[in-house]
């Protein structure tokens, strides 16, 4: 039998049909939903005349546009209020599962679906929101999808989609001390560009990525899409299995012996064909950080920003337009670059894992006055987790506040927007222009140098801080 990678063998088996010269008919174990991009899709079926086919394979959760205190009160923006209250009626009707505002298991999409059990190895799951590759760090494939295919997806539970190119990424080597997976993934991005994985499937692979917690492969493969990826995952192993056997949600629910038994086979070949494969040392990762207006803008901390002799005659323009928003010329460095704003949280990095690590580096110290930090858990469950922990007391007794769960400030679709001209360490994704506030300025880096930058008021190299 022919070698096959790890992609091909849950692609494959998830065929319903394939269309000579077109795209495959693709059929999804998991459909996730949020309240901005499923009102449409709602729409189309209650025009059609025709109900979400499977309702059990859909979970619904608010979380872009809902505040971060006061959870409590109503939601004072309309078209967000309206929003929320779209999806609980959409769900209402077609008897879906859902974790809205104040539900003891709301939060981050992409949080709450790992948490609870939902994403398991070797399914295909999609959403409306593109970072869903965030669970592939499961073995799964996992992409997000448009509006339009959101209501594919729920009239049909299949979707329309040409199969993409395969890339392997190895990462051998040891991570060196205060470097995280968010370093490490900024680091590849830096090294490949936002558009130097379009059309591919990521698998990550190599000693670096395999010695990483489940919540470090999560922060990963949420980033695949920053480079222009479909999507990226990682092939299940030890790790996976005790994560998902510790998650009380799912662990009496299943048959564990024969689930492991398939899920051991869900690998890539030895032998197997990759597009294309690349490998970079751990060992020469340092913390990360951007500093323009792409993902692809990163630097290791202690670098300096390129001169214009590093950068290519074609991209000179928008490398330039890209540092006049940030307020930085070429050639300069960012330690200590004076920001008022900290945004610890999304998808990326909002989860226990990340709240521990911010807390461990400012514990005794204090938040430089200034700043104004946003600290927000991915969900109840992991809000709960850091009150358990001890965790909130550490950040109250160095001055900071835990907010409640929601996207907050990775984008403006809510009230935790920064102000403009303002400059934000930031733990979340994405740093285009107005990404989180009209005229905001976003350096994206880890808990650990957002942690940095809470203390010392200043950009700051996270391993001077690390005892």
């Known amino acids: 039998m022919e070698p096959k990678t790890l992609f091909d063998k849950i692609w494959d088996s998830h065929v319903v049909r394939s269309i000579e010269y077109g795209p495959d008919v693709l059929f999804i174990d998991q459909h996730y939903i949020h309240e901005v991009?499923?009102?449409?899709?709602?729409?189309?079926?209650?025009?059609?005349?025709?109900?979400?086919?499977?309702?059990?394979?859909?979970?619904?959760?608010?979380?872009?546009?809902?505040?971060?205190?006061?959870?409590?009160?109503?939601?004072?923006?309309?078209?967000?209020?309206?929003?929320?209250?779209?999806?609980?009626?959409?769900?209402?009707?077609?008897?879906?599962?859902?974790?809205?505002?104040?539900?003891?298991?709301?939060?981050?999409?992409?949080?709450?679906?790992?948490?609870?059990?939902?994403?398991?190895?070797?399914?295909?799951?999609?959403?409306?929101?593109?970072h869903t590759s965030t669970h592939g760090a499961f073995g799964a494939i996992a992409f997000g999808i448009g509006t339009s295919e959101v209501e594919m997806v729920l009239a049909t539970q299949c979707i329309l989609q040409p199969k993409p190119k395969k890339m392997r990424i190895k990462v051998n080597g040891t991570l060196q001390k205060g470097v995280t997976a968010k370093d490490v993934i900024m680091y590849i991005i830096s090294q490949l560009s936002t558009g130097g994985a379009t059309g591919y499937f990521v698998e990550y692979s190599g000693t670096a990525i395999t010695s990483m917690s489940m919540e470090a492969r999560m922060t990963v493969c949420n980033m695949s899409i920053e480079m222009g990826a479909r999507g990226g995952l990682i092939a299940p192993d030890e790790v996976t299995y005790r994560y998902l056997k510790a998650l009380p949600e799912i662990a009496e629910t299943f048959d564990w012996a024969p689930l492991i038994l398939n899920w051991r086979e869900l690998n890539s070949d030895p032998g197997a064909v990759f597009d294309r494969e690349l490998e970079f040392n751990a060992d020469h990762i340092k913390p990360m950080i951007t500093f323009g207006t792409n993902p692809g803008m990163g630097i290791a901390i202690d670098d300096a920003i390129p001169t214009l002799d590093d950068i290519d005659g074609e991209r000179s323009t928008s490398f330039m337009k890209s540092l006049d928003y940030m307020g930085f010329v070429p050639g300069m460095k960012l330690l200590g670059h004076p920001v008022g704003y900290v945004f610890l949280g999304s998808c990326t990095n909002g989860r226990i894992q990340d709240l521990r690590a911010f807390a461990q580096l400012v514990r005794g110290r204090k938040k430089a006055p200034g700043v104004t930090a946003l600290i927000v858990p991915g969900s109840k469950l992991v809000e709960q987790q850091a009150i358990k922990e001890g965790l909130v007391e550490i950040l109250e007794k160095a001055g900071f506040e835990l907010r409640q769960p929601g996207c907050s400030s990775c984008l403006a679709m809510n009230e935790d927007k920064i102000p403009a001209g303002q400059y934000a360490v930031s733990t979340s994704n994405r740093n285009f222009e107005g990404r989180q506030g009209p005229g905001a300025r976003t350096l994206l880096a880890s808990p650990l140098t957002a942690a940095a930058a809470a203390v010392t008021g200043v950009i700051t190299d996270p391993r001077e801080l690390i005892d």
């Open 37 to 130: 991009t499923s009102p449409q899709a709602f729409n189309g079926l209650k025009e059609r005349g025709i109900q979400v086919f499977r309702p059990e394979r859909t979970l619904a959760t608010a979380d872009h546009n809902i505040p971060t205190i006061n959870q409590h009160l109503p939601i004072s923006d309309e078209l967000s209020r309206k929003q929320v209250e779209k999806l609980a009626e959409n769900c209402r009707t077609h008897g879906i599962e859902l974790f809205g505002l104040n539900h003891p298991k709301n939060g981050i999409v992409h949080v709450i679906g790992p948490e609870l059990g939902y994403t398991r190895p070797g399914m295909t799951i999609v959403c409306g929101d593109s």
